[in-house]
């Protein structure tokens, strides 16, 4: 271990002494160094040249900026990959610390003490009668709560009314029930329950302000003192048909409430925390409408699995209902309150996860809308039995039973129409199905088909049909239905008005179809006759093109040309057949020496059907020819090659057009032009 003193700048604190203080520095385990250091700015980082130079992995070389003024200490990050962290948590801002906090950087930690001689100086320092800080620290340091009422106990603690003379508000207290401070069991689940429920910040969840010990050495904690009335009382209410009640808490209310205790315990699910205790009177409902979950004292992390219990406790006595017919929390080897227990609760040999407390949801709404329970409750043994037999009564079946002597079932005033909806109870049979498969499998899930309900949809646990599809579509659009009605009236009075105006102009049509079919023979004719004149054309002009190849075989040039000008004066087929005309006349042109008139012809053949014929090569003749003004013997190759071509294409002409005349008589009523309304 090393020692050194700060060689950072120095300052005083109170007159000429100087508060000191002691940095210890730890890798892993291992203490590697004490610095005792006086007020300035320190480095630390692995560089040699830092003030207190910290050698060990991840650690930056400057790392870390130690502030100390007066009797405070403050880090800083210099923003280097490393990070600096207290308490697990990286700092981002220059943060203080204070005696004993351990700050982490890299593979190394310190933490800082005063020696003696400074923290008795702090203290005589603070304590200066000038300084006029008696009265407030006088009313810090007394006791910090005084008790003045009893609000509810439970198996294993009583709720107080308190007052915290710190910051002057009313609180709930919890402590142990007299005798049970002794059990190291119980003290543990006590502060396990404070801890826990502190550690779920949730607004629908109830808030612990503050774990302690008081000066009679009672474990305490305390948290927000809830004004109102829990569900149970809501209920009661409306079971007894309370007018006040039933305008205050009618089922859209009430199920605005669940949803804030659904998503109480589904913030708890993702914490990994399961309730257990679920039940109408651990539901508390503020004077302003807050709703909080109250008792997580049976609440145990998920990862925790099932609570270890002894054998003394693995079977419960025999318990008779009290007059007013209810149960208080068990605990042991069965956790909860009956009836509101799920199947696997009630045996008390399964680990719990969140279908659990889904089904226990289930149970809940079940007592929302039918203001009463699924079973009658006689003794524990039967109501246990009967729940993890399934053996509970269907919703709807419920509500019609008859009550103890023959009492009638309570009135659902706040239902709509005094029934249970039907969307509600299918929810109610899916969260509350035995094999736990057949659950909703998360709170989140449940939501869905409860906010699918609240919006007018069909929840998928009701498997809603097209007609009950298209009842909540009318229910969901009111306004939109009366609009649509009006809009089908007004369309079927358009419609009966169209359909007179068609008849009429069906009859009107019906009676110009006689002339309609004489314009149509007459068509018919004049196409006939149009296709004979182009039958006629089109073979004169074959027969002109036939004998302008003849010519053009014997070398006759110009009677060639005249007979091809004709053949072209009675063509109006594609354009490959116009191309192939014109090729003939500019063969006809090269014999007599018109190669100008050539290779116009050439050129507007291939602009016809480009590629027929090589347009570049016979360019080049004829061009060749232009300026020597002689022609070969035999020809240019291309003509013969051409000429030939003509003649092929000549007979296929002939075959295709001229061997297949038209037909001169045609079925007088096919496609004949047809008018129908």
Known sequence: MSASSGVGPTTQLFGETFVKAEIHVFVGAEPVAIYSIQPGIYLLGRDDSCHLPIHAERVAGMHLRLSFHGHRLLVEDLENTGGVFIGGAQIRLPTPIYQKTEVHLGAARFYFEFDEESRVQIAAELSDPTLGLEGIRSELLQEPHQVTNTLGQGGMGLVLAARDLRIHRSVAMKVLRPGNEFSADKLLRFVSEAQLTGQLEHPNIIPVYQLGVGADAQVFYTMKHVRGRTLEEVLEGLKAGDAQMCAQYPLPA????????????????????????????????????????????????????????????????????????????????????????????????????????????????????????????????????????????????????????????????????????????????????????????????????????????????????????????????????????????????????????????????????????????????????????????????????????????????????????????????????????????????????????????????????????????????????????????????????????????ASSIKRKHINTPPNILPNPDDNRIKLRP
């Open 254 to 649: 009430l199920l605005t409430v669940f949803m804030k205790v659904a998503d109480a315990i589904a913030f708890a699910h993702a914490q990994g925390v399961v309730h257990r205790d679920l039940k109408p009177a651990n539901i508390m409902i503020g004077a302003f409408g807050e709703v909080l979950v109250m008792d997580w004292g049976l609440a145990r992390r998920i990862a925790e699995g099932p609570e270890a219990v002894g054998a003394e406790e693995r079977s419960l006595p025999k318990i008779i209902l009290p007059s007013e017919g209810r149960f208080e929390t068990l605990d042991g080897a069965v956790v909860g309150t009956p009836p509101f227990l799920s199947p696997e609760q009630a045996a008390g040999n399964a680990p719990l996860d969140v279908r659990s407390d889904v089904f226990v949801m289930g149970v809940i709404l079940y007592n929302i809308i039918s203001l009463r329970l699924p079973l009658e409750l006689h003794d524990l043994d039967a109501v246990l039995q009967k729940i993890c037999a399934g053996r509970w009564v269907p919703l709807e079946e419920r509500v019609r039973q008859l009550g103890k002597n023959g009492a009638s079932a309570p009135a659902l005033l706040h239902c709509p129409g005094g029934k249970p909806p039907e969307g509600l109870v299918a929810i109610v049979e899916k969260a509350m199905q035995y094999n736990v498969q057949n659950r909703y499998q998360t709170m989140d899930a449940f939501q869905r088909d409860l906010l699918a309900y609240q919006n007018g949809f069909a929840p998928s646990a009701e498997k809603a049909g097209f007609f009950r599809q298209l009842q909540l579509l009318l229910g969901r659009r009111r306004r939109e239905a009366v609009v649509a009605v009006c809009f089908l009236v007004f369309s079927q009075v358009l419609l009966t008005y169209f359909l007179g105006r068609i008849s009429a102009d069906r009859r009107a049509l019906r009676r110009n179809e006689s002339e309609l079919a004489s314009a149509n023979q007459d068509l018919k004719r004049k196409n006939q006759q149009l296709e004979q004149i182009v039958f006629q054309l089109r073979a004169t002009s074959l027969r002109n093109f036939e004998d302008a190849l003849a010519q053009l075989k014997q070398k006759r040039g110009g009677q060639a040309l005249s007979q091809i000008n004709l053949a072209l004066v009675g063509v109006n087929d594609s354009p490959k057949v116009q191309a192939r005309y014109l090729i003939i006349r500019g063969l006809a042109n090269t014999q007599l020496g018109f190669y100008s008139e050539a290779l116009t012809d050439f050129r507007l053949a291939a602009t016809a059907d480009p590629g027929c014929i090589p347009l570049e090569q016979m360019e080049s003749d004829l061009e060749l020819g232009l300026e020597n003004g002689s022609h070969p013997q035999d020809g240019w190759a291309w003509e013969k090659r051409e000429l030939s071509a003509a003649v092929q294409f």
